[in-house]
């Protein structure tokens, strides 16, 4: 079982990326998702969660910005990132969490990430 992300790389500042992550080997259509970032030397920060019924949350940085969704019947999630900044450059990752009672807990698996580096 793995979740494989796919659809990063190199844009200029105040363009879009999509990424997508697609679990197999398992089902995750009754479970949490999100999308985490990181840059070297700093924490894995959490920056969207959708939950089983669609409800997301978002992070400050990237509210008005990005978008979470998924497609159960395709197994994936999704990241639109639109007015993206060179701030926003990091190693992108999405992970099924854990439900802990209404809200989105904490990570179960991991993908193994996608960079998206944005220019000035």
């Known amino acids: 079982a793995q979740l494989v992300e796919s659809g990063g790389g190199s844009v200029q500042a105040g363009g879009s990326l999509r990424l997508s992550c697609v679990a197999f080997?398992?089902?995750?259509?009754?479970?949490?998702l999100g999308w985490f970032r990181q840059v070297p030397g700093k924490d894995r920060d959490r920056i969207a969660t959708i939950d089983t019924d669609g409800r997301t949350t978002y992070a400050e940085s990237v509210k008005g910005r990005f978008t979470i969704s998924r497609d159960n019947t395709k197994n994936s999630l999704y990241l639109q990132m639109n007015s993206l900044k060179p701030e926003d450059t990091a190693m992108y990752y999405c992970?099924?969490?854990?439900?802990?009672?209404?809200?989105?807990?904490?990570?179960?698996?991991w993908g193994q990430g996608t960079q998206v580096t944005v220019t000035s």
């Open positions: 992970a099924t969490l854990v439900r802990t009672g209404a809200l989105c807990g904490g990570v179960s698996r």
């Open positions: 080997g398992y089902s995750v259509s009754m479970t949490c």
